[in-house]
């Protein structure tokens, strides 16, 4: 089936807020582009009537930046939707759902559900003879921890083949994310001094200026580690140190992250440091005495060739100073001192930063000679802001792709795994979390990670002030 386009899609949790404020949009910009060409199937729990779901649709749609600045192709989207009300756990919903694809012979199955729905969902798709030529979409978080993830790979593979399974993290299908990979491989001055002779270490910050909201019990289940750095982080590690696929066919991508995953050596208590925002326990549906982490900060290191004894800082959090993503890959001083000031007393002296939100930017940091007699410098940033306007929402990428059959920007059973073996020690082994006030970078306990001397790169402060 590799390479043969699905002819349907079957959005379970379609009433859901996944599917209002992500999946409806990406519809509708696939329908825009010509790309949808297929009928779509909602299916929930509550008893809808049709025109209710297509109600919610169009006011998915009217919220979304641009609005309906189609309606032609709202029209012909809305066409396309069916609706299937049942429980999981009911073969009879299953049933329906086989009558609503109306001889579809390739359909991609969504499951924009909670995690402990998956199983279900699966087995169910699998006992109606719905996982035939067809292929599963699945929500992270694969799996709470590398016993759980086993186990539901193992479920997903009662069902479905492994090249037909597609592990959504809609964090890879940024743009500025992408163009990681391609700007790596793409620039042949980086190879020389992407390693451990070159690079000091490498500083990745994910931060949030907002709280839970609304997601308290879900927090509750999950926490930072899991929630953010066990997969986005995760995912941009990989991106920056892999070695050169051999193509660019998804499967050698996806052999080389890999690779990353299984180099990572185990966390010890010692690298962590996890962080709670002030006033969290007073958020709705979060326990009184919670000690789940807002905040988790970790100090990474892989083994392998290229990376053995350089340490990555991973950092995300909410209620932060800003809300903002960026890397910062710290280059060693040059190794003679010619001028006294080739390394400044505060700061870093070479580095390349790529910023990934709110905006792209990529910026190399030089020192160069200011006006005069004396040899004197001050650090410049060569800076590239990218302009993405027109570029395809995460969603609407990922659900394109899936449907192609292309896995490129998709999670494999191996990388899941080998991904969740790095921080499963410290799930439950892990000292408390340290409180911290909102609008700041974190609990002070983090700079501990970097060791003496060392310094977070905070998002938003350009270090040269370009």
Partial sequence: ???????????????????????????????????????????????????????????????????????????????????????????????AIKQAL??????????????????????????????????VIVEKPFGRDLASARELNRVAHAAFAEDSIFRIDHFLGKEAIMNILYYRFANSFLEPIWNRNYVASVQITMAENFGVKKRGAFYETAGCLRDVIENHLFQIVALLAMEAPSSRDFGAVQAEKAKVFEAMLPLKPEDLVRGQYAGYRKEPDVARDSDVETFCALRLFIDSWRWAGVPWFLRSGKCMATT????????????????????????????????????????????VKTPGKEFVGEQQELFLCEELAGQEMPYERLLGDAMRGNGALFTRQ?????????????LKKHDRSHIYKRGSWGPKAADLLLGPGGSWHNPGADECGC
């Fill in 1 to 95: 089936m590799a390479g043969s386009r699905s002819d349907a899609l079957v959005v379970f949790g379609v009433t859901g807020d996944l599917a209002h404020k992500q999946i409806f949009p990406a519809l509708y910009a696939m329908e825009k582009r010509g790309e949808l060409n297929a009928p779509v199937i909602g299916v929930a729990f509550p008893q809808w009537s049709l025109e209710r779901l297509r109600r919610r649709v169009v006011d998915s749609i009217q919220h979304t930046a641009g609005g309906i600045d189609d309606q032609r192709a709202l029209d012909s989207l809305l066409a396309r939707i069916e609706y299937v009300s049942g429980d999981y756990t009911d073969a009879a919903t299953f049933a």
């Fill in 102 to 135: 109306n001889g579809a012979r390739r359909p991609a199955h969504y499951l924009a559900i909670p995690p402990a729905l998956f199983e279900t969902v699966i087995r169910g798709l699998g006992a109606a003879g719905l996982a035939r030529d067809a292929r």
């Fill in 324 to 367: 903002a993503t960026e890397i910062l890959v710290e280059l060693k001083p040059a190794p003679q001192r010619l001028f006294a000031d080739s390394m400044p007393k505060h700061g870093r002296a070479n580095y390349l930063r790529f910023r990934l939100s709110p905006d792209a930017a990529i910026a190399l940091a030089t020192r």
């Fill in 414 to 426: 191996d990388a899941v795994e080998a991904a969740w073996a790095v921080v499963d020690p410290v």
